[in-house]
């Protein structure tokens, strides 16, 4: 059974930083790219998920959102079937639940469309 599960997400002040961990089981971590998704309060049902970075299978290559580029780092560890979203100086604008995702092949993984498989989400709420 494929499982992707986020943690690490909480409560924290603008300024603060949080790492995100991916836990995957089920397939073979490292034949996919991961990404990491998020989705802020209120947004429309269906409306697509606002891409925040991505990484290629054996960290080759990685791509952020212009929001997020400088103050976010995605990592990975195949040994382990983990990946990480490092993120410093948050902004109560970063407030949102944080899903992450795997792909078989993504061109960059901007688009959630490219994915297989995706997690249960993680809150991340940044307030003063």
């Known amino acids: 059974q494929v499982q992707l599960v986020e943690s690490g997400g909480g409560l924290v002040q603008p300024g603060d930083s949080l790492r995100l961990s991916c836990a995957a089981s089920?397939?073979?971590?490292?034949?996919?790219?991961i990404g990491w998704f998020r989705q802020a309060p209120g947004q429309a049902p269906g409306k697509e998920r606002e891409?925040?970075?991505?990484?290629?299978?054996?960290?080759?290559?990685?791509y952020y959102s212009d929001s997020v580029s400088g103050r976010f780092t995605i990592s990975r560890d195949n040994a382990n079937d983990m990946a990480y979203l490092q993120m410093n100086n948050l902004k109560p604008e970063d407030t949102a639940v944080y899903y992450c995702?795997?792909?078989?092949?993504?061109?960059?993984?901007?688009?959630?469309?490219?994915?297989?498989?995706w997690g249960q989400g993680t809150q991340v709420t940044v307030s003063s």
């Open positions: 891409f925040v970075a991505s990484i290629t299978r054996f960290s080759a290559a990685r």
């Open positions: 089920g397939f073979t971590f490292s034949d996919y790219a």
């Open positions: 995702a795997a792909a078989i092949a993504i061109a960059r993984g901007t688009s959630q469309n490219e994915y297989d498989y």
